[in-house]
Structure formats: C-alpha cells, structure tokens
T-cell receptor, first 110, second 112 residues
Framework: GIQVEQSPPDLILQEGANSTLRCNFS?????LQWFHQNPWGQLINLFY???GTKQNGRLSATTVATERYSLLYISSSQTTDSGVYFC????????????FGSGTQLTVLP | DGGITQSPKYLFRKEGQNVTLSCEQN?????MYWYRQDPGQGLRLIYY???????QKGDIAEGYSVSREKKESFPLTVTSAQKNPTAFYLC???????????FGSGTRLTVV
C-alpha cells in the first residue's frame, strides 16, 4: 500500500517562531489532508489539499503532487498550536479511505 | 450543529466480552470510517462504508465487525477475537462531493 512519511517526528519551538512540517508519499493521490490532534484526542481537519496551496490564518499548506510531497507551514506559533500534526493520503483510484503518517509532535513553549 | 457523535467516551471491557462503540452523524454524509489509534502512533483503518448496507474491510479488520443499516449510523463491535483491543477508536465521515473527513471525538477502550 501507499507509504506516508512525516518529518520531523518531534519539534520544539519557542512561542512566536515559524515552522515547516513535511509529508512525503509514495504514490499518486486523490486526497491529502492535514490534521491537528489536540491533547484530548480530537482530530481537527486543517486542510484538504491534494494539490496546490491554501492558507487559513497563520497556517498554510502546499502540495506538489508531481513530486509527491506536502508542506504545512505554521507562522508565529502559539502554545495552543501544540499537539500532533498528521498528514493522511488516499491513492488515486481508491475509494478515498485515508492512510495516515506517524505524525509530528509539536510543542510550543511560552 | 452538524457533526459526528461517538459514545461512550470511555469504555472498560473484561476479557472475553464483546463491546459495541456507537458512531452517529447528522452531516448527511454517505461514507463512514472506523480507525484505531495506539499510543504515539498514527491511525489505522479498521472498516469503511461507502453506502448503506455495504462495508469493506480496512487494514486491521480482524476481531472487529460493523453494520450500516442507516445512513446516519455505523456502529463498531470489538469482539473477543480481537487480541489487543485497548486503544483509542475514531469514527469519521465524508460526503459525496468530497472535501475531506470529519472526525468524531473518539472512544477510549480499555480491557481490564
């Protein structure tokens, strides 16, 4: 099946810093999403982005489908950004069931 | 407000018992999914359903069963055949036009 690799596995930032999270995938996809999992386990959909660039406030994401990677940018980080960020993909031709990466654990210090 | 409701939030099960986790959505989504998450890991797909009365096995279906008798509901039964059921279980749904998944808040199952 499709492989999803996220980097870095852990990231510690000072409040106000910027960061870039990366997701590499092994096959063409028809679905790519970024999620934030909060300390209570809730998964929040940040972006649905199988290709192109999107922005939502301090967060933005870019997927280069031809090169099989996606980037999530967090600017001016806040302590509430802490948690685990997951990239998830579904291969082209599938019924869109997602395969998840192992996540990036982000800790933002005050 | 539309969303996905999972219940209960916490569930304790004795070894050898079957338990059923509830997932209900009022988003009018056609597709529903069950995922399992173990500590420090990503999510793995258990079962998914694209339409009522139809469902497919995911990557780790052994020891689990599902039903999809109504569009709004997709309950998951963890059977006694599941050897290591202690985990966090998440339900999700998506619509036909597809703009991404919506997840419920999860059920934490512990075998005692």
């Amino acid at each position: 099946g499709i492989q999803v690799e996220q980097s870095p596995p852990d990231l510690i930032l000072q409040e106000g810093a910027n960061s870039t999270l990366r997701c590499n995938f092994s096959d063409s996809v028809n679905n790519l999403q970024w999620f934030h999992q909060n300390p209570w386990g809730q998964l929040i959909n940040l972006f649905y982005i199988p290709s192109g660039t999107k922005q939502n406030g301090r967060l933005s994401a870019t997927t280069v489908a031809t090169e099989r990677y996606s980037l999530l940018y967090i600017s001016s980080s806040q302590t509430t950004d802490s948690g685990v960020y997951f990239c998830a993909v579904a291969p082209s031709g599938s019924a869109r069931q997602l395969t998840f990466g192992s996540g990036t654990q982000l800790t933002v210090l005050p | 407000d539309g969303g996905i409701t999972q219940s209960p939030k916490y569930l304790f099960r004795k070894e050898g018992q079957n338990v059923t986790l509830s997932c209900e959505q009022n988003l009018n989504h056609d597709a529903m999914y069950w995922y399992r998450q173990d500590p420090g890991q990503g999510l793995r797909l258990i079962y998914y359903s694209q339409i009522v009365n139809d469902f497919q096995k995911g990557d780790i279906a052994e020891g689990y069963s599902v039903s999809r008798e109504k569009k709004e509901s997709f309950p998951l039964t963890v059977t006694s055949a599941q050897k290591n059921p202690t985990a966090f279980y998440l339900c999700a749904s998506s619509n036909r036009g597809f703009d991404g998944y919506t997840f419920g808040s999860g059920t934490r199952l512990t075998v005692v």
